[in-house]
T-cell receptor
Framework: DGGITQSPKYLFRKEGQNVTLSCEQNLNHDAMYWYRQDPGQGLRLIYY???????QKGDIAEGYSVSREKKESFPLTVTSAQKNPTAFYLC?????????????FGPGTRLTVT | AQSVSQHNHHVILSEAASLELGCNYS??????LFWYVQYPGQHLQLLLKYFSGDPLVKGIKGFEAEFIKSKFSFNLRKPSVQWSDTAEYFC????FGAGNNRKLIWGLGTSLAVNP
C-alpha cells in the first residue's frame, strides 16, 4: 500500500530543544515537500527537494533544516531558532515526471512546544 | 508574485444546498489547477485537478470545477451537499515558467460546515 508516513502524530517539546519530524514515502516520487499549516493561513512551504542530496528553501525556511540523503526520506528539524514552532506540519511528495504535479500528503505531525 | 485567492473563508450550509467556492489566481501563463480537501482528522487529499482539455472537470464525491481562463478562476461546485462534506477546502495552482520551480501556490482555505 503506497503512501506517505509521518511520525509521530503528536509531538511535545520544551522550548529551546531541536526536534526532528520524520517523513517517509514509498511512492517512488522524486520531489518531497514540507509545509506548515496554521489556522486561517493555509499551507506555507518550508523546504522542498526535487532530487536526492538537493533541497531549496521555501517561503518560511528560517528556523528549520532538512536533509535528503535517500529518495524515500525527507526529515525536517525544527530548531530552537524557530520563533513560533507550535503548528501542524505536513509532508508531501509528487512525481515530477507527470504533467500535473499533484502532491500527495502524509497525515501530519502536530508539534507543541512549551 | 503569483497568488491564489479564496473568497469565502467560512461557509455554513444546510444539507441539500448547492455549493460554490470561489478561487482566483494571479498569473497570465500556463497553469495547473487543483482543489484539495481536508476532512476532520484525515489527510489532505486531491478532489480534482485541471491541466488541459475540457475546462469543466469532475472530481470525487460529486464535486466539479470550471476553469475560466479569462477570469483567472477555478471555482468549485457541488449541486447538493451532504453533512459528510464538512471539511476544509484548498485551491492550489502551479504556474509554469514563472520561476517558481513548479511549486504549488496555495489559497488560505475555506472551512465548510454542513448542518444536517
Amino acid at each position: 500500500d503506497g503512501g506517505i508516513t509521518q511520525s509521530p502524530k503528536y509531538l511535545f517539546r520544551k522550548e529551546g530543544q531541536n526536534v526532528t519530524l520524520s517523513c517517509e514515502q514509498n511512492l517512488n516520487h522524486d520531489a518531497m515537500y514540507w509545509y506548515r499549516q496554521d489556522p486561517g493561513q493555509g499551507l506555507r512551504l518550508i523546504y522542498y527537494s526535487q532530487i536526492v542530496n538537493d533541497f531549496q528553501k521555501g517561503d518560511i525556511a528560517e528556523g528549520y533544516s532538512v536533509s535528503r540523503e535517500k529518495k524515500e526520506s525527507f526529515p525536517l528539524t525544527v530548531t530552537s531558532a524557530q520563533k513560533n514552532p507550535t503548528a501542524f506540519y505536513l509532508c508531501a511528495s509528487s512525481d515530477q515526471g507527470k504533467i500535473a504535479y499533484e502532491q500527495y500528503f502524509g497525515p501530519g505531525t502536530r508539534l507543541t512546544v512549551t | 508574485a503569483q497568488s491564489v485567492s479564496q473568497h469565502n473563508h467560512h461557509v455554513i450550509l444546510s444539507e441539500a444546498a448547492s455549493l460554490e467556492l470561489g478561487c482566483n489566481y494571479s498569473y497570465g501563463g500556463t497553469v495547473n489547477l487543483f482543489w484539495y480537501v481536508q476532512y476532520p482528522g484525515q489527510h489532505l487529499q486531491l478532489l480534482l485537478k485541471y491541466f488541459s482539455g475540457d475546462p469543466l472537470v469532475k472530481g470525487i464525491k460529486g464535486f466539479e470545477a470550471e476553469f475560466i481562463k479569462s477570469k483567472f478562476s477555478f471555482n468549485l461546485r457541488k449541486p447538493s451537499v451532504q453533512w459528510s462534506d464538512t471539511a476544509e477546502y484548498f485551491c492550489a495552482v502551479t504556474a509554469f515558467g514563472a520561476g517558481n520551480n513548479r511549486k504549488l501556490i496555495w489559497g488560505l482555505g475555506t472551512s465548510l460546515a454542513v448542518n444536517p
